[in-house]
């Protein structure tokens, strides 16, 4: 075996875990010895794959100890890579679309084109859904054993800014060991797709022939979002279904305000399993990420999604200090229901549990 | 002169007023002799014109003793009307689209139908523009002169929330005082207009032939919210252009993801001019109140907005608290400057401020 699915397994033979503890949640055993800081830091930039993933599992440990040690390896990798042009590219898609599939053979394409690939997958959800990391292992067996593409399954749940900040760290690891490229995946629905959105720096959103139905599953909002579409399965009787349906959505997009990147979003077929269009989306994404650099929205994007991170943390962190003072959990359900009865306005209703938040701080 | 501009002139009249003071805005003067909440409550209820004007001043002003009297009116007026079946329309259009005009022929249409119709503008840039009060005054002269309707210019800016709240409290004083029909119309680009969405039960876009250039005024997702689309100016030479955008746009609507409310948006044409699609847009208004009050989702579609707004006010509140203590305005700047140039993470630097202001709590 080699590659990520051999670093993973190695990592988690052999050392003690407790049972029913989640080796990447929020345990406090220690699943692996812990090495400095400059010791990850050297491995990650030395690209070495099993301390990669360590490095990894040391972030989304909420240890303290780790978190400390894990704030100062972000920080080394984020000081490599500054200045460095990668591309993150978000990937979403409504359900039975194919996307692993899609993944698969459009990462080997990338591999193919010299680039070294990270794929990793936000799915705030999978604590619940459970096989997720099982999941993505066996989903993408052939990418896996590539020796320059790096799979990492999602973090377990929590928030969807925990997951977030965990990618988001993960990322510039991924970046500082010398993958340009990185494929983030979003498995969710709804939240979780903007929360890719607003870490990529160009959002592919895969679809289904058949319009309508198959939409059941996504957000509305999420199609504007998309910096290209592709009608996927777009092979044997379904080609010409999947052509009708290509064409729909490429007349839609001419209909949507324009983007502030000064791309023009358009809809593709592909398919995974022939190889069509993928030659095709891959040389779009490059054309994407040649108008950016030039027009300089790919760095000024960059910085306001830091920007945008950083008060979306904070705001959420007062969120969850109000919502998780006890006083407020005890009150809230009672205020709430009067506020649903029409008993209550909302805006007083809003007053009267911030006067007795003001009150207790 | 009758209706609702002679009522509000003669509010305005002969009540001293400091200069330079925006007599809607937070100014601490008192512009009006002040009833008590029961006077107030009295002349709303028997739908007197100049009482319901006075209660929205009111409203307005943010006087704690007016506070306190508002919390009062607002409270008995959403008692009056709770089971009450109630439209509140919200209407964009992208700049130019002829918002004001269509705005006095639909309503005219609106109040030949029986009903009786409050209109209300959300701008929270009013006070830069500076000139929306007198504009709505005199954009929609002859709807102003109808007994049934009741115009009501944006109040001052202030925060987004403020404003929000302000309409919001304004629509149950409409609605208590008989108005059944309200049209929250916003003007302005972005953040109102999610708003506006926030707080209607429909919402209807304005759109001109010639897709693409003239959408740079609206934000991406707008289209999404809408529960229908007209091409405006439907009239003359541009007929058969303002027909064709009307069938892409109706094609397109139908690759977006279903609807939670079961409505089946589309696009249609109008012309303010010639009143040409006007009857057929309000059909279908009224079709859609027939589906979603036989569906449930009317009702369950206003407790979640009442839900909205509440956690939406914490949220406000809890921002502003942050943003506005001292040390975290003296320190942001530099901070945030840090992340923008890459050398502070964002996540860390949410950290550091939030750290900064939990100590001084």
Redesign the interface.
């Known amino acids: 075996m080699k590659g990520p699915l051999k670093s993973t397994l190695e990592e988690m033979k052999g050392i003690p875990q407790p049972p029913m503890v989640n080796p990447y949640g929020n345990s406090s055993a220690k699943i692996a010895p812990r090495l400095t800081a400059e010791e990850y830091v050297e491995g990650i930039f030395a690209g070495e794959r099993p301390i990669v993933s360590r490095a990894i599992t040391l972030i989304e440990s909420s240890l303290s100890s780790d978190r400390n040690t894990a704030?100062k390896i972000?920080?080394a990798c984020?000081a490599k890579t500054?200045g460095m042009n990668t591309m993150r590219i978000g990937i979403t898609g409504v359900p039975g679309a194919g996307k692993s599939t899609f993944i698969e053979s459009f990462g080997k394409l990338a591999i193919k084109a010299g680039h070294k690939l990270a794929v990793l997958t936000v799915d705030p959800s999978s604590e619940i859904s459970g096989g997720s990391i099982l999941g993505d292992k066996t989903r993408m067996e052939t990418l896996a054993n590539e020796e320059k593409a790096f799979i990492r399954p999602s973090p377990s749940a929590g928030s969807l800014g925990g997951v977030a900040?965990k990618t988001?760290?993960t990322i510039a690891i991924c970046e500082a060991a010398g993958f340009d490229t990185v494929f983030i995946e979003t498995v969710g629905v709804g939240q979780s797709e903007t929360a890719v959105h607003s870490m990529s720096d160009f959002f592919l959103l895969l679809l289904l022939s058949g319009?309508?139905d198959e939409?059941?599953g996504?957000?509305?909002?999420?199609?504007?979002?998309a910096d290209l579409i592709t009608v996927n399965k777009a092979d044997g009787s379904n080609t010409e279904r999947a052509e009708c349906s290509k064409n729909?959505?490429d007349?839609?997009l001419?209909?949507?305000?324009?983007?502030r990147s000064g791309w023009k979003p358009s809809c593709v077929t592909s398919s995974a399993l022939t190889g069509a269009g993928l030659e095709d989306i891959w040389k779009m994404i490059l054309n994407y990420f040649s108008l950016v650099m030039g027009n300089g929205y790919y760095l000024r994007n960059r910085?306001e999604q830091?920007?945008?991170?950083?008060?979306e943390?904070?705001?959420e962190?007062?969120?969850s200090s109000?919502y998780g003072n006890p006083e407020i959990a005890a009150e809230l359900p009672e205020?709430?229901k009067e506020?649903?009865n029409?008993n209550k306005?909302?805006?007083?209703?809003?007053?009267e549990?911030?006067t007795a938040y003001n009150k207790k701080?």
């Not at 001419?254 to 983007?259: E, G, I, K, N, S």
């Not at 830091?306 to 008060?311: F, G, I, L, S, T």
């Not at 306005?345 to 007053?351: K, N």
């Open positions: 704030g972000v920080k984020r500054a900040r988001r760290e319009a309508g939409l059941q996504i957000k509305r909002g999420i199609i504007e979002m729909l959505y007349g839609a001419h209909l949507f305000p324009p983007t910085r830091d920007r945008y991170w950083m008060h943390s904070i705001n962190s007062l969120k109000f205020i709430e506020v649903l029409g306005d909302s805006f007083e209703a809003a007053e549990l911030l701080l």
